[in-house]
Protein backbone atom coordinates (compact mmCIF):
# COMPACT_ATOMS: atom_id res chain seq x y z
CA UNK A 1 0.00 0.00 0.00
CA UNK A 2 1.44 4.05 -0.01
CA UNK A 3 -0.14 6.76 0.55
CA UNK A 4 -1.12 10.18 -1.93
CA UNK A 5 2.65 10.75 -2.63
CA UNK A 6 3.61 6.82 -3.13
CA UNK A 7 5.00 6.10 -0.17
CA UNK A 8 4.37 2.76 1.29
CA UNK A 9 2.20 2.29 4.29
CA UNK A 10 1.57 -0.65 6.40
CA UNK A 11 -1.52 -2.33 5.62
CA UNK A 12 -4.14 -2.11 7.96
CA UNK A 13 -4.79 -4.96 10.07
CA UNK A 14 -8.81 -5.65 8.47
CA UNK A 15 -7.21 -5.32 5.22
CA UNK A 16 -4.40 -8.02 6.03
CA UNK A 17 -7.42 -10.10 7.47
CA UNK A 18 -9.37 -10.15 4.52
CA UNK A 19 -6.09 -10.84 2.16
CA UNK A 20 -5.61 -13.93 4.09
CA UNK A 21 -9.45 -15.02 4.31
CA UNK A 22 -9.81 -16.33 0.47
CA UNK A 23 -6.41 -18.19 1.46
CA UNK A 24 -7.70 -19.79 4.64
CA UNK A 25 -11.55 -21.12 3.08
CA UNK A 26 -9.05 -22.26 -0.49
CA UNK A 27 -7.47 -24.10 1.68
CA UNK A 28 -10.40 -25.92 3.61
CA UNK A 29 -11.53 -26.43 0.02
CA UNK A 30 -8.91 -28.36 -1.43
CA UNK A 31 -8.67 -30.05 1.95
CA UNK A 32 -12.69 -31.36 1.11
CA UNK A 33 -11.42 -31.97 -2.77
CA UNK A 34 -8.86 -34.01 -2.04
CA UNK A 35 -11.29 -35.97 0.48
CA UNK A 36 -14.08 -35.99 -2.61
CA UNK A 37 -16.18 -34.18 -0.04
CA UNK A 38 -17.76 -32.43 -3.58
CA UNK A 39 -21.00 -31.34 -1.51
CA UNK A 40 -19.30 -29.44 1.12
CA UNK A 41 -16.35 -28.54 -1.43
CA UNK A 42 -19.33 -26.87 -3.78
CA UNK A 43 -21.21 -24.61 -0.41
CA UNK A 44 -17.88 -23.18 -0.34
CA UNK A 45 -16.65 -22.63 -3.11
CA UNK A 46 -20.27 -20.45 -4.03
CA UNK A 47 -19.51 -18.87 -0.72
CA UNK A 48 -16.20 -17.96 -2.10
CA UNK A 49 -17.19 -16.82 -5.50
CA UNK A 50 -19.78 -14.65 -4.19
CA UNK A 51 -17.64 -12.72 -2.04
CA UNK A 52 -14.42 -12.93 -3.75
CA UNK A 53 -15.77 -12.88 -8.21
CA UNK A 54 -12.38 -12.12 -8.91
CA UNK A 55 -10.12 -14.79 -7.14
CA UNK A 56 -8.57 -16.84 -10.12
CA UNK A 57 -7.81 -20.11 -7.37
CA UNK A 58 -11.76 -19.99 -6.65
CA UNK A 59 -12.45 -20.59 -10.52
CA UNK A 60 -9.60 -23.32 -10.61
CA UNK A 61 -11.05 -25.11 -8.10
CA UNK A 62 -14.66 -24.88 -9.01
CA UNK A 63 -13.43 -26.30 -12.36
CA UNK A 64 -11.67 -29.42 -10.61
CA UNK A 65 -14.82 -29.76 -8.52
CA UNK A 66 -16.64 -30.20 -11.91
CA UNK A 67 -13.97 -32.27 -13.75
CA UNK A 68 -14.23 -34.75 -10.32
CA UNK A 69 -18.26 -34.54 -10.75
CA UNK A 70 -17.82 -35.57 -14.52
CA UNK A 71 -19.76 -32.20 -16.07
CA UNK A 72 -16.57 -31.30 -18.34
CA UNK A 73 -18.86 -28.50 -20.30
CA UNK A 74 -19.08 -26.73 -16.63
CA UNK A 75 -15.94 -27.45 -16.15
CA UNK A 76 -14.87 -24.82 -19.23
CA UNK A 77 -17.77 -22.34 -18.14
CA UNK A 78 -15.75 -21.72 -14.94
CA UNK A 79 -12.48 -21.92 -16.63
CA UNK A 80 -13.52 -19.41 -19.02
CA UNK A 81 -14.23 -17.04 -15.70
CA UNK A 82 -10.34 -18.00 -14.93
CA UNK A 83 -9.54 -17.05 -18.10
CA UNK A 84 -11.09 -13.41 -17.97
CA UNK A 85 -8.98 -12.59 -14.76
CA UNK A 86 -5.30 -14.54 -16.07
CA UNK A 87 -5.14 -15.09 -19.56
CA UNK A 88 -1.62 -15.82 -20.25
CA UNK A 89 -1.82 -18.33 -17.18
CA UNK A 90 -0.57 -21.70 -18.72
CA UNK A 91 -2.35 -23.72 -16.24
CA UNK A 92 -5.44 -22.34 -16.89
CA UNK A 93 -5.17 -22.53 -20.36
CA UNK A 94 -3.80 -26.28 -19.97
CA UNK A 95 -6.60 -27.24 -17.93
CA UNK A 96 -8.88 -25.70 -20.81
CA UNK A 97 -7.70 -27.68 -22.77
CA UNK A 98 -8.26 -31.09 -21.25
CA UNK A 99 -11.75 -30.15 -20.45
CA UNK A 100 -12.05 -29.87 -24.39
CA UNK A 101 -9.99 -33.59 -24.81
CA UNK A 102 -12.80 -34.50 -22.29
CA UNK A 103 -15.25 -33.05 -24.15
CA UNK A 104 -14.18 -34.65 -27.44
CA UNK A 105 -12.80 -31.20 -28.66
CA UNK A 106 -9.24 -32.46 -30.53
CA UNK A 107 -9.30 -30.19 -33.04
CA UNK A 108 -9.91 -27.20 -30.63
CA UNK A 109 -7.41 -28.75 -27.82
CA UNK A 110 -4.91 -29.32 -30.92
CA UNK A 111 -4.86 -25.24 -31.56
CA UNK A 112 -4.57 -24.39 -28.69
CA UNK A 113 -1.83 -26.26 -27.66
CA UNK A 114 -0.35 -24.98 -30.83
CA UNK A 115 -0.77 -21.76 -30.14
CA UNK A 116 1.10 -22.63 -26.32
CA UNK A 117 3.91 -24.59 -28.27
CA UNK A 118 4.42 -21.04 -30.37
CA UNK A 119 4.54 -19.20 -27.66
CA UNK A 120 6.84 -21.12 -24.98
CA UNK A 121 9.49 -20.20 -26.27
CA UNK A 122 12.59 -21.32 -24.65
CA UNK A 123 10.68 -22.33 -21.22
CA UNK A 124 11.67 -26.04 -20.64
CA UNK A 125 8.68 -26.33 -18.24
CA UNK A 126 5.96 -25.20 -20.57
CA UNK A 127 7.34 -27.45 -23.27
CA UNK A 128 7.00 -30.79 -20.44
CA UNK A 129 3.71 -29.66 -20.06
CA UNK A 130 2.39 -29.23 -23.48
CA UNK A 131 4.21 -32.74 -24.71
CA UNK A 132 1.73 -34.61 -21.56
CA UNK A 133 -1.17 -32.93 -22.84
CA UNK A 134 -0.52 -33.71 -26.73
CA UNK A 135 -0.30 -37.21 -25.31
CA UNK A 136 -4.16 -36.96 -23.91
CA UNK A 137 -5.03 -35.77 -27.72
CA UNK A 138 -3.35 -39.20 -28.77
CA UNK A 139 -0.39 -36.79 -30.61
CA UNK A 140 2.51 -38.80 -30.06
CA UNK A 141 4.94 -37.40 -32.59
CA UNK A 142 4.12 -33.95 -31.32
CA UNK A 143 4.37 -35.06 -27.70
CA UNK A 144 7.92 -36.26 -28.54
CA UNK A 145 8.68 -32.63 -29.98
CA UNK A 146 8.09 -30.93 -27.48
CA UNK A 147 9.50 -33.24 -24.71
CA UNK A 148 12.89 -33.12 -26.97
CA UNK A 149 12.86 -29.66 -26.87
CA UNK A 150 11.76 -29.37 -22.98
CA UNK A 151 15.21 -31.79 -22.23
CA UNK A 152 17.36 -29.48 -24.75
CA UNK A 153 16.44 -26.59 -22.85
CA UNK A 154 16.77 -28.20 -19.38
CA UNK A 155 18.47 -31.77 -19.68
CA UNK A 156 19.31 -31.74 -15.33
CA UNK A 157 15.50 -31.65 -14.63
CA UNK A 158 14.18 -35.31 -13.54
CA UNK A 159 10.66 -34.77 -14.39
CA UNK A 160 11.52 -33.26 -17.96
CA UNK A 161 13.85 -36.31 -18.91
CA UNK A 162 11.39 -38.88 -17.39
CA UNK A 163 8.56 -37.29 -20.00
CA UNK A 164 10.92 -37.35 -22.75
CA UNK A 165 12.12 -40.77 -21.96
CA UNK A 166 8.30 -42.21 -22.06
CA UNK A 167 7.24 -40.24 -25.11
CA UNK A 168 9.71 -42.04 -26.95
CA UNK A 169 8.22 -45.20 -26.03
CA UNK A 170 4.92 -44.51 -27.81
CA UNK A 171 7.02 -43.38 -31.21
CA UNK A 172 8.44 -46.57 -31.37
CA UNK A 173 12.32 -45.50 -30.17
CA UNK A 174 12.78 -48.14 -28.23
CA UNK A 175 16.84 -47.65 -27.98
CA UNK A 176 16.91 -44.04 -27.46
CA UNK A 177 14.19 -44.19 -25.18
CA UNK A 178 16.08 -47.03 -22.58
CA UNK A 179 19.30 -44.37 -23.01
CA UNK A 180 17.61 -41.27 -21.75
CA UNK A 181 16.22 -43.93 -18.99
CA UNK A 182 19.65 -44.92 -18.02
CA UNK A 183 20.77 -40.81 -18.07
CA UNK A 184 17.88 -40.30 -16.17
CA UNK A 185 18.36 -42.90 -13.46
CA UNK A 186 22.07 -42.11 -13.22
CA UNK A 187 21.19 -38.69 -12.41
CA UNK A 188 18.29 -39.46 -9.84
CA UNK A 189 18.49 -43.35 -8.71
CA UNK A 190 14.75 -42.34 -6.47
CA UNK A 191 12.49 -42.38 -9.80
CA UNK A 192 11.01 -45.57 -8.99
CA UNK A 193 8.49 -45.64 -12.04
CA UNK A 194 11.55 -45.44 -14.57
CA UNK A 195 12.98 -48.50 -13.18
CA UNK A 196 9.59 -50.67 -14.85
CA UNK A 197 9.43 -48.51 -17.87
CA UNK A 198 12.96 -49.65 -19.19
CA UNK A 199 12.57 -52.83 -18.30
CA UNK A 200 9.61 -53.37 -20.53
CA UNK A 201 11.70 -52.09 -23.26
CA UNK A 202 13.26 -54.79 -24.74
CA UNK A 203 14.48 -58.46 -23.71
CA UNK A 204 17.46 -58.28 -20.90
CA UNK A 205 20.13 -60.10 -21.27
CA UNK A 206 22.82 -62.04 -18.71
CA UNK A 207 25.19 -59.65 -20.00
CA UNK A 208 23.06 -56.84 -20.59
CA UNK A 209 20.51 -56.22 -17.26
CA UNK A 210 19.49 -54.03 -14.53
CA UNK A 211 19.06 -56.46 -11.77
CA UNK A 212 22.07 -55.92 -9.52
CA UNK A 213 20.80 -52.09 -9.85
CA UNK A 214 17.21 -52.58 -9.53
CA UNK A 215 18.36 -55.01 -6.01
CA UNK A 216 20.49 -52.53 -4.63
CA UNK A 217 17.68 -49.84 -4.72
CA UNK A 218 14.88 -52.75 -3.25
CA UNK A 219 17.31 -52.85 -0.02
CA UNK A 220 18.03 -48.77 0.12
CA UNK A 221 15.24 -47.15 2.06
CA UNK A 222 12.33 -46.11 -0.36
CA UNK A 223 11.10 -42.25 -0.87
CA UNK A 224 7.66 -42.84 -2.11
CA UNK A 225 5.12 -45.89 -1.02
CA UNK A 226 4.88 -47.46 -4.65
CA UNK A 227 8.46 -47.13 -5.82
CA UNK A 228 8.21 -51.07 -3.40
CA UNK A 229 5.83 -51.55 -6.13
CA UNK A 230 7.64 -50.31 -9.26
CA UNK A 231 10.85 -51.68 -8.78
CA UNK A 232 9.27 -55.01 -7.38
CA UNK A 233 7.92 -55.33 -11.13
CA UNK A 234 10.68 -54.28 -12.88
CA UNK A 235 12.75 -56.79 -10.98
CA UNK A 236 10.21 -59.71 -11.74
CA UNK A 237 10.53 -58.84 -15.42
CA UNK A 238 14.24 -58.83 -15.98
CA UNK A 239 14.63 -62.14 -13.83
CA UNK A 240 12.13 -63.65 -16.21
CA UNK A 241 14.52 -62.52 -18.99
CA UNK A 242 16.73 -64.30 -17.86
CA UNK A 243 15.07 -67.90 -16.84
CA UNK A 244 15.00 -67.13 -12.68
CA UNK A 245 11.51 -67.76 -12.93
CA UNK A 246 11.07 -68.68 -9.04
CA UNK A 247 12.76 -65.34 -8.31
CA UNK A 248 11.17 -63.51 -11.05
CA UNK A 249 7.47 -64.50 -9.34
CA UNK A 250 8.49 -64.17 -5.93
CA UNK A 251 9.44 -60.06 -6.92
CA UNK A 252 6.09 -60.10 -9.28
CA UNK A 253 4.07 -61.38 -5.61
CA UNK A 254 5.68 -58.63 -3.25
CA UNK A 255 4.70 -55.74 -5.68
CA UNK A 256 0.96 -56.92 -6.40
CA UNK A 257 0.81 -57.01 -2.39
CA UNK A 258 2.12 -53.95 -1.84
CA UNK A 259 -0.01 -52.82 -4.97
CA UNK A 260 -3.25 -54.01 -3.92
CA UNK A 261 -2.51 -53.42 -0.02
CA UNK A 262 -3.14 -49.22 -1.16
CA UNK A 263 -6.09 -49.67 -3.15
CA UNK A 264 -9.96 -49.79 -1.47
CA UNK A 265 -11.04 -51.73 -4.52
CA UNK A 266 -13.95 -54.34 -4.54
CA UNK A 267 -14.10 -56.56 -7.25
CA UNK A 268 -18.17 -57.49 -5.97
CA UNK A 269 -18.79 -54.02 -7.33
CA UNK A 270 -17.58 -54.84 -10.63
CA UNK A 271 -18.90 -58.40 -10.75
CA UNK A 272 -22.52 -56.77 -9.80
CA UNK A 273 -22.04 -54.14 -12.38
CA UNK A 274 -21.66 -56.79 -14.87
CA UNK A 275 -24.79 -58.98 -13.70
CA UNK A 276 -27.17 -55.95 -14.15
CA UNK A 277 -25.56 -55.21 -17.83
CA UNK A 278 -26.89 -58.88 -18.84
CA UNK A 279 -30.30 -58.70 -17.05
CA UNK A 280 -31.10 -54.82 -18.96
CA UNK A 281 -29.68 -56.21 -22.21
CA UNK A 282 -31.60 -58.54 -22.49
CA UNK A 283 -33.29 -60.80 -25.68
CA UNK A 284 -36.37 -58.21 -25.21
CA UNK A 285 -34.14 -55.53 -25.51
CA UNK A 286 -33.07 -56.04 -28.94
CA UNK A 287 -36.44 -57.30 -30.03
CA UNK A 288 -37.55 -53.54 -29.60
CA UNK A 289 -37.16 -51.27 -32.87
CA UNK A 290 -35.52 -47.99 -32.16
CA UNK A 291 -33.72 -45.50 -34.21
CA UNK A 292 -29.93 -45.68 -34.67
CA UNK A 293 -27.01 -44.67 -36.65
CA UNK A 294 -25.71 -46.81 -39.98
CA UNK A 295 -22.05 -45.46 -39.95
CA UNK A 296 -20.32 -48.28 -41.01
CA UNK A 297 -16.68 -47.51 -40.19
CA UNK A 298 -16.15 -48.12 -36.38
CA UNK A 299 -14.18 -51.60 -35.53
CA UNK A 300 -14.34 -52.45 -31.84
CA UNK A 301 -11.34 -54.42 -30.98
CA UNK A 302 -11.92 -55.71 -27.14
CA UNK A 303 -11.57 -58.17 -24.32
CA UNK A 304 -9.45 -58.35 -21.56
CA UNK A 305 -6.26 -56.61 -21.11
CA UNK A 306 -3.13 -58.80 -22.27
CA UNK A 307 -5.30 -60.75 -25.02
CA UNK A 308 -4.38 -59.64 -27.99
CA UNK A 309 -5.66 -56.74 -28.25
CA UNK A 310 -3.23 -54.61 -29.61
CA UNK A 311 -1.39 -56.97 -31.57
CA UNK A 312 -4.88 -57.29 -33.98
CA UNK A 313 -5.01 -54.07 -33.66
CA UNK A 314 -1.18 -53.40 -35.43
CA UNK A 315 -2.66 -56.65 -37.91
CA UNK A 316 -6.06 -54.69 -39.11
CA UNK A 317 -3.97 -50.58 -38.92
CA UNK A 318 -1.71 -51.93 -41.58
CA UNK A 319 -3.90 -52.06 -44.38
CA UNK A 320 -3.99 -48.94 -46.28
CA UNK A 321 -7.83 -48.41 -45.84
CA UNK A 322 -8.29 -49.07 -41.62
CA UNK A 323 -6.57 -46.26 -39.18
CA UNK A 324 -6.16 -46.81 -35.47
CA UNK A 325 -7.39 -44.26 -33.40
CA UNK A 326 -5.81 -46.47 -29.91
CA UNK A 327 -7.66 -46.93 -26.59
CA UNK A 328 -10.25 -44.18 -26.33
CA UNK A 329 -12.21 -42.73 -23.41
CA UNK A 330 -15.03 -41.39 -25.86
CA UNK A 331 -17.65 -44.35 -25.83
CA UNK A 332 -18.00 -44.25 -21.81
CA UNK A 333 -17.37 -40.40 -22.39
CA UNK A 334 -20.43 -40.05 -24.86
CA UNK A 335 -22.29 -42.48 -22.11
CA UNK A 336 -21.60 -40.81 -19.08
CA UNK A 337 -22.45 -37.15 -20.76
CA UNK A 338 -26.06 -38.84 -21.45
CA UNK A 339 -26.40 -40.63 -17.81
CA UNK A 340 -25.44 -37.67 -15.92
CA UNK A 341 -27.21 -37.76 -12.53
CA UNK A 342 -27.64 -41.31 -11.60
CA UNK A 343 -27.26 -42.64 -8.40
CA UNK A 344 -24.75 -45.58 -9.26
CA UNK A 345 -23.56 -47.55 -11.71
CA UNK A 346 -27.01 -50.04 -11.71
CA UNK A 347 -29.00 -46.58 -11.84
CA UNK A 348 -26.45 -46.14 -15.08
CA UNK A 349 -26.65 -49.26 -16.39
CA UNK A 350 -30.98 -48.84 -16.59
CA UNK A 351 -31.10 -45.54 -17.81
CA UNK A 352 -28.81 -46.29 -20.32
CA UNK A 353 -31.05 -48.42 -22.06
CA UNK A 354 -33.57 -45.74 -22.18
CA UNK A 355 -31.28 -43.37 -24.50
CA UNK A 356 -31.90 -42.31 -27.28
CA UNK A 357 -29.58 -44.43 -29.47
CA UNK A 358 -28.99 -42.49 -32.69
CA UNK A 359 -28.06 -39.44 -29.82
CA UNK A 360 -25.29 -41.81 -28.03
CA UNK A 361 -23.80 -42.99 -31.51
CA UNK A 362 -23.73 -39.59 -32.46
CA UNK A 363 -22.20 -38.25 -29.83
CA UNK A 364 -19.69 -40.94 -30.14
CA UNK A 365 -19.15 -40.42 -33.81
CA UNK A 366 -18.02 -36.63 -33.28
CA UNK A 367 -15.55 -37.29 -30.79
CA UNK A 368 -13.91 -39.64 -32.56
CA UNK A 369 -14.64 -37.46 -36.28
CA UNK A 370 -11.81 -34.98 -34.26
CA UNK A 371 -8.85 -37.47 -34.67
CA UNK A 372 -9.65 -39.22 -37.58
CA UNK A 373 -7.95 -39.13 -41.05
CA UNK A 374 -9.49 -40.10 -44.56
CA UNK A 375 -10.24 -43.53 -44.09
CA UNK A 376 -12.94 -45.94 -44.75
CA UNK A 377 -12.48 -47.41 -41.24
CA UNK A 378 -11.14 -47.01 -38.08
CA UNK A 379 -10.46 -48.89 -35.10
CA UNK A 380 -11.70 -48.35 -31.30
CA UNK A 381 -9.23 -50.72 -29.85
CA UNK A 382 -10.14 -50.25 -26.06
CA UNK A 383 -10.44 -53.33 -23.89
CA UNK A 384 -13.13 -52.65 -21.55
CA UNK A 385 -15.86 -51.88 -24.22
CA UNK A 386 -16.71 -55.06 -24.07
CA UNK A 387 -18.99 -53.94 -21.29
CA UNK A 388 -20.83 -51.88 -23.79
CA UNK A 389 -21.33 -54.70 -26.68
CA UNK A 390 -25.54 -54.40 -26.01
CA UNK A 391 -25.28 -50.46 -27.13
CA UNK A 392 -22.68 -50.99 -29.67
CA UNK A 393 -24.82 -53.06 -31.44
CA UNK A 394 -28.15 -51.11 -30.73
CA UNK A 395 -26.97 -47.64 -31.82
CA UNK A 396 -23.93 -48.56 -34.37
CA UNK A 397 -25.72 -52.12 -36.13
CA UNK A 398 -22.94 -52.32 -38.42
CA UNK A 399 -20.19 -51.17 -36.33
CA UNK A 400 -17.55 -54.78 -36.45
CA UNK A 401 -16.85 -56.25 -33.07
CA UNK A 402 -14.01 -58.50 -32.64
CA UNK A 403 -13.31 -59.91 -29.18
CA UNK A 404 -10.50 -61.55 -28.31
CA UNK A 405 -9.50 -64.45 -26.49
CA UNK A 406 -6.53 -65.90 -24.80
CA UNK A 407 -5.89 -68.90 -22.94
CA UNK A 408 -6.92 -68.23 -19.35
CA UNK A 409 -4.16 -68.24 -17.31
CA UNK A 410 -2.24 -67.08 -19.65
CA UNK A 411 -4.34 -64.07 -19.99
CA UNK A 412 -4.21 -64.12 -16.20
CA UNK A 413 -0.74 -64.52 -15.99
CA UNK A 414 -0.11 -61.35 -18.31
CA UNK A 415 -2.57 -59.17 -16.56
CA UNK A 416 -1.15 -60.05 -13.02
CA UNK A 417 2.11 -59.23 -14.27
CA UNK A 418 1.17 -55.79 -16.13
CA UNK A 419 1.41 -52.81 -13.23
CA UNK A 420 -0.93 -50.50 -14.96
CA UNK A 421 -0.80 -46.88 -14.74
CA UNK A 422 -4.83 -46.32 -14.82
CA UNK A 423 -7.09 -48.84 -14.55
CA UNK A 424 -7.90 -52.57 -14.16
CA UNK A 425 -7.64 -52.51 -10.34
CA UNK A 426 -8.20 -56.39 -10.43
CA UNK A 427 -4.92 -57.16 -11.44
CA UNK A 428 -3.72 -57.04 -8.30
CA UNK A 429 -5.27 -60.44 -6.59
CA UNK A 430 -5.39 -64.05 -7.75
CA UNK A 431 -8.97 -63.83 -6.00
CA UNK A 432 -10.09 -60.38 -7.48
CA UNK A 433 -8.74 -61.54 -11.03
CA UNK A 434 -10.34 -65.14 -11.22
CA UNK A 435 -13.84 -63.41 -9.93
CA UNK A 436 -13.43 -60.41 -12.52
CA UNK A 437 -12.38 -62.97 -15.55
CA UNK A 438 -15.35 -65.28 -14.49
CA UNK A 439 -17.52 -62.17 -14.85
CA UNK A 440 -16.36 -61.39 -17.65
CA UNK A 441 -17.13 -64.88 -19.47
CA UNK A 442 -20.74 -64.94 -18.42
CA UNK A 443 -21.21 -61.73 -19.63
CA UNK A 444 -19.43 -62.60 -23.22
CA UNK A 445 -21.86 -65.70 -22.85
CA UNK A 446 -24.69 -63.63 -22.87
CA UNK A 447 -23.49 -61.36 -25.42
CA UNK A 448 -23.35 -64.28 -27.74
CA UNK A 449 -26.74 -65.72 -26.93
CA UNK A 450 -29.05 -62.22 -27.24
CA UNK A 451 -26.70 -61.15 -30.35
CA UNK A 452 -25.97 -64.45 -32.22
CA UNK A 453 -23.18 -63.79 -35.45
CA UNK A 454 -22.24 -59.82 -33.93
CA UNK A 455 -19.19 -60.35 -32.35
CA UNK A 456 -16.00 -62.18 -34.21
CA UNK A 457 -14.39 -64.32 -31.82
CA UNK A 458 -10.76 -64.17 -32.61
CA UNK A 459 -8.52 -66.89 -30.36
CA UNK A 460 -4.88 -65.01 -30.04
CA UNK A 461 -3.10 -68.88 -30.17
CA UNK A 462 -5.29 -69.27 -33.84
CA UNK A 463 -3.43 -66.18 -34.83
CA UNK A 464 0.16 -67.33 -33.82
CA UNK A 465 -0.20 -71.17 -35.22
CA UNK A 466 -1.85 -69.57 -38.74
CA UNK A 467 -1.24 -65.79 -39.30
CA UNK A 468 -2.10 -65.35 -42.21
CA UNK A 469 -5.45 -67.42 -42.06
CA UNK A 470 -6.65 -65.41 -39.24
CA UNK A 471 -5.90 -62.16 -40.72
CA UNK A 472 -7.98 -62.85 -44.06
CA UNK A 473 -10.96 -64.08 -41.17
CA UNK A 474 -10.44 -60.28 -39.79
CA UNK A 475 -10.09 -58.24 -43.03
CA UNK A 476 -12.88 -60.47 -44.11
CA UNK A 477 -15.37 -59.53 -41.45
CA UNK A 478 -14.08 -55.41 -41.61
CA UNK A 479 -14.85 -55.81 -45.04
CA UNK A 480 -11.68 -54.96 -46.71
CA UNK A 481 -9.57 -56.57 -49.71
CA UNK A 482 -6.13 -58.59 -48.84
CA UNK A 483 -3.50 -56.92 -48.10
CA UNK A 484 0.25 -58.47 -47.66
CA UNK A 485 1.07 -55.33 -45.53
CA UNK A 486 -1.03 -56.88 -42.42
CA UNK A 487 1.28 -60.22 -41.97
CA UNK A 488 4.10 -57.25 -41.40
CA UNK A 489 2.42 -55.43 -38.64
CA UNK A 490 5.80 -54.86 -36.63
CA UNK A 491 6.95 -52.93 -39.43
CA UNK A 492 4.01 -50.76 -38.77
CA UNK A 493 5.35 -46.95 -37.99
CA UNK A 494 2.01 -45.80 -36.25
CA UNK A 495 2.75 -44.39 -32.70
CA UNK A 496 0.91 -46.93 -29.95
CA UNK A 497 0.95 -46.37 -26.35
CA UNK A 498 -0.19 -49.39 -24.64
CA UNK A 499 1.37 -51.70 -22.30
CA UNK A 500 2.34 -53.77 -25.55
CA UNK A 501 4.54 -50.71 -27.24
CA UNK A 502 7.64 -52.57 -27.46
CA UNK A 503 6.12 -56.31 -28.46
CA UNK A 504 3.90 -55.51 -31.08
CA UNK A 505 6.68 -53.90 -33.05
CA UNK A 506 8.63 -57.31 -33.28
CA UNK A 507 7.53 -59.91 -35.58
CA UNK A 508 4.97 -62.22 -34.27
CA UNK A 509 6.55 -65.23 -31.59
CA UNK A 510 5.21 -68.32 -30.21
CA UNK A 511 7.05 -68.12 -26.48
CA UNK A 512 4.21 -66.39 -24.64
CA UNK A 513 1.86 -69.27 -25.48
CA UNK A 514 1.78 -71.82 -22.35
CA UNK A 515 4.31 -68.89 -20.65
CA UNK A 516 2.01 -69.87 -17.07
CA UNK A 517 3.48 -73.09 -17.11
CA UNK A 518 6.63 -71.78 -15.88
CA UNK A 519 4.59 -70.82 -12.52
CA UNK A 520 2.57 -73.76 -12.72
CA UNK A 521 3.48 -73.98 -8.65
CA UNK A 522 2.55 -70.68 -7.96
CA UNK A 523 -0.49 -70.09 -10.33
CA UNK A 524 -1.75 -73.42 -8.65
CA UNK A 525 -4.32 -71.05 -6.44
CA UNK A 526 -5.33 -68.94 -9.19
CA UNK A 527 -5.45 -72.28 -11.87
CA UNK A 528 -8.27 -73.47 -8.87
CA UNK A 529 -9.96 -70.51 -9.09
CA UNK A 530 -10.10 -70.40 -12.68
CA UNK A 531 -11.19 -74.18 -13.05
CA UNK A 532 -8.14 -74.92 -14.88
CA UNK A 533 -6.69 -78.58 -14.82
CA UNK A 534 -2.62 -78.67 -14.73
Not at 11 to 39: F, V
Not at 138 to 153: H, S, Y
Not at 187 to 210: F, G, S, V
Not at 480 to 486: E, T
Request: hydrophobic share 40%; net charge negative.
Amino acid sequence: MADRDGHPVAASMDSLIANRAPKTRMAEIDHALRARQLGPARSMLTALLRDEPGYVEAWIAAARLEQMSGDHAAMRQNLSQALVLAPNSPLVRLLDIEALVHLGAIREAMDSLASMEAEAGEDSAWMSRLSEAYTQCGAFEAAERCARQAVRLDPEQPAIRYNFASSLIATGKLEESEREFNQLLARTPHDYDAYYNRATLRKQTPDDNHVAEIQRMLRAPKRTRLGEVQLNYALALELENLGHYEESFAALKRGAEARRAMMAYRVEGDVATMARIAEVFDTEFFARERPCNNAQDPVFILGLPRSGTTLVDRILSAHPLIESLGELNDWPLALTGLTRGSRDKSDMVSRSATLDMRKLAADYLLRVSERRADLPFFIDKTPANFLYIGLIAAALPNARIIHLNRDPMDNALGVYKALFRMGYPFSYDFSDLAEYMRAKDRLMDHWRRVLPGRILDVNYEDIITDQEGETRRLLDHVGVDWDKACLDFHKNASPTATASAAQVRQPLYASAVGRWRRYERELAPLAEMLGVTP
